[in-house]
T-cell receptor, first 111, second 116 residues
Framework: GENVEQHPSTLSVQEGDSAVIKCTYS??????FPWYKQELGKRPQLIID?????GEKKDQRIAVTLNKTAKHFSLHITETQPEDSAVYFC??????????FGSGTRLQVQP | EAGVVQSPRYKIIEKKQPVAFWCNPI?????LYWYLQNLGQGPELLIR????????DSQLPKDRFSAERLKGVDSTLKIQPAELGDSAVYLC??????????????FGEGSRLTVL
């Protein structure tokens, strides 16, 4: 089955700096790669996603890149703000028509 | 529009006791998922429903876990008997038909279970 590995597990940055979270996946048939943000005690919420037919997607301060050959994708957050502090999960779809999630990255933005 | 609703939000029980969690998905979402989230980990799929049919329950520990989705709307996840290792957050999610693998999953707030 699909295996999604995510790193780092924790990331601390200063406000205004950039943050990068990386994920690798194993199933070459995966074609959908979303990122979810989960604030403490809250539900995971989709922040951005990318499909296999594009290599990069941006939404304001957030961008995701995909390298299908290497089977990895990354989340980039620029000009980080304290409200970006949360746990971020990457995911990839599988032949089971469901998502397999990474183990999460706890991002702490220091003001 | 209301999101995915789960209850109870918190449940504390002693081991070997039964427990049940309820989920009401977003109206019109045919696909419903139950995910397990252990502390510090990502959600892990337990079961997926397409309407009232459980189309993928391969990760559901069937000796103690059961689920149902009568009439293809609300769903219930039951554990009987509960074990210490079942302490976790049980997340329900829904999506448009089959969309959870290629589109947005909408999660509920989760039901946090503590087994003593």
């Amino acid at each position: 089955g699909e295996n999604v590995e995510q790193h780092p597990s924790t990331l601390s940055v200063q406000e205004g700096d950039s943050a990068v979270i990386k994920c690798t996946y194993s199933d070459s048939a995966s074609n959908y790669f979303p990122w979810y943000k989960q604030e403490l005690g809250k539900r995971p919420q989709l922040i951005i996603d990318i499909r296999s037919n594009v290599g990069e997607k941006k939404d304001q301060r957030i961008a995701v890149t995909l390298n299908k050959t290497a089977k990895h994708f990354s989340l980039h957050i620029t000009e980080t703000q304290p409200e970006d502090s949360a746990v971020y999960f990457c995911a990839a779809n599988t032949g089971r028509r469901a998502l397999t999630f990474g183990s999460g990255t706890r991002l702490q933005v220091q003001p | 529009e209301a999101g995915v609703v789960q209850s109870p939000r918190y449940k504390i029980i002693e081991k070997k006791q039964p427990v049940a969690f309820w989920c009401n998905p977003i109206s019109g979402h045919n696909t419903l998922y139950w995910y397990l989230q252990n502390l510090g980990q990502g959600p892990e799929l337990l079961i997926r429903y397409e309407n009232e049919e459980a189309v993928d329950d391969s990760q559901l520990p069937k000796d103690r876990f059961s689920a149902e989705r009568l009439k293809g709307v609300d769903s219930t996840l039951k554990i009987q008997p509960a074990e210490l290792g079942d302490s976790a957050v049980y997340l329900c999610a829904s999506s448009q038909a089959g969309g959870g693998a290629t589109g947005e999953l909408f999660f509920g707030e989760g039901s946090r279970l503590t087994v003593l």
